[in-house]
């Protein structure tokens, strides 16, 4: 099992003055804009509005960042492209020489890599506080059809150490265990974690893998702002992974029932749009309850190491509203498994 280590919790973005971006950008793409600072857990991020009215987001990665890790998330953006032009996600945006990203060296000497991306329109689908089950449907439509677009997808990355990888088993380590799990939470989540770690765990590191996006939740769909019907695209590739399709299908649907408190008709509408283009095998479907439990345990464990050891982030902090986070992880949990699985064993794919 996999031993905590908190330097593989590297949630430390760069914080690099505006005008040492605007001059990398313009050095680097020949491009000028304002910058809007945008949220980032590992990246520094800003969006960039040119005078003509362009639009594109300005990433910068933290020194720790493996370069592998970031060839990863450039590999399959271009590989999207060339398989999928028309699926809307970020196209990576070549520097004038060339290359698919920049450097930018700090002042104590740590060198970033900088990337500049174009810019998916709409507004993050999160905004709306509750998503109908149609919303839902076409979420599941996407995020279906971006697995679907990485099937094939390789790389020697992929199997790199990831925070929230719901299969790197730090859920279960003592660390996050007993530090991490809020005492209000912790009885619910140990009636989980005997079962996920005895019978469930095994069985989900058993099955084929491929390279998944892993992080489809509300924040990383975008919509149209007066239309959460809508949905405009998939962004923020930073947290790829190898692993199977039932996880990446419950990271976003632990997201979608944070929006609608239905949650067979949520899990309904989200396989029906998912498997329209990745039909998920009856024994993952089994699982899905389980790795939904899982993806809320890693979910509460990991916020909660943030607001002790990222307390200065305030905004981030209240952007991932901790004990919103908590109260919604309980519901799920006190759904009953046996329903959760039998309903879902009698959708078939449409």
């Known amino acids: ?13 760069p914080n690099f003055d505006e005008n040492i971006l605007q001059h990398c950008l313009y050095e680097n793409y020949g491009i000028t804009g304002h910058f809007k600072t945008l949220a980032g ?17 300005f990433k910068i990665s933290s020194f720790d960042e493996l370069n592998e890790s970031i060839d990863l998330q450039i590999q399959a953006l271009l590989y999207l492209e060339k398989n999928d032009p028309q699926l809307s996600v970020p196209r990576q945006i070549r520097n004038q020489s060339g290359q698919s990203y920049s450097t930018l060296i700090s002042e104590n000497g740590h060198t970033h890599l900088a990337r500049l991306l174009s810019y998916v329109e709409g507004i993050p689908i999160s905004e709306f506080d509750h998503l109908p089950l149609d919303a839902i449907k076409e979420v599941g439509n996407i995020t279906g059809r971006v697995c679907a677009g990485l099937r094939s997808f390789n790389h020697s ?11 790197n088993e730090l859920i279960f380590t003592d660390e996050l265990r007993q530090n991490y799990t809020p005492d209000d939470f912790k009885p ?31 924040g990383n769909i975008m919509c149209s702002p ?33 929006h609608n408190s239905d949650i067979l008709g949520a899990t309904a509408a989200m396989l029906e749009g ?28 990991l916020l909660y190491y ?25 519901i799920f949990l006190g759904f009953d498994r046996d329903v959760f699985i039998d309903y879902i064993s009698s959708i078939k794919p449409q």
Request: overall charge negative.
């Open 188 to 218: 619910l989540a140990e009636g989980h974690l005997m079962r996920l770690q005895a019978y469930t765990m095994p069985k989900l590191l058993a099955l084929p893998r491929q390279v998944i996006h892993n992080d489809g939740h509300s």
């Open 226 to 258: 007066d239309s959460p019907q809508n949905v405009t695209g998939v962004i923020d590739f930073g947290d790829l992974v190898l692993g199977p399709v039932v996880v990446d299908l419950a990271v976003c649907l632990n997201s979608m029932i944070d």
């Open 157 to 167: 990355a992929a199997s790199h150490f990831m925070p929230w990888d719901s299969l």
């Open 41 to 57: 857990e590992r990246d520094q991020n800003v969006s960039v509005t040119t005078q003509q009215g362009q639009q594109y987001i």
């Open 1 to 13: 099992m996999k031993k905590f280590n908190p330097d593989d919790l590297r949630f430390n973005p």
């Open 306 to 330: 943030r607001t002790i050891h990222h307390a200065h982030d305030v905004q981030k902090l209240l952007e991932e509203d901790f004990s919103g986070t908590i109260e919604k992880a309980k």
């Open 274 to 301: 998912y498997q329209k283009h990745t039909v998920i095998p009856d024994n993952q479907l089994k699982l899905l309850y389980d790795a939904l439990a899982v993806r809320s345990i890693l979910t509460v464990q």
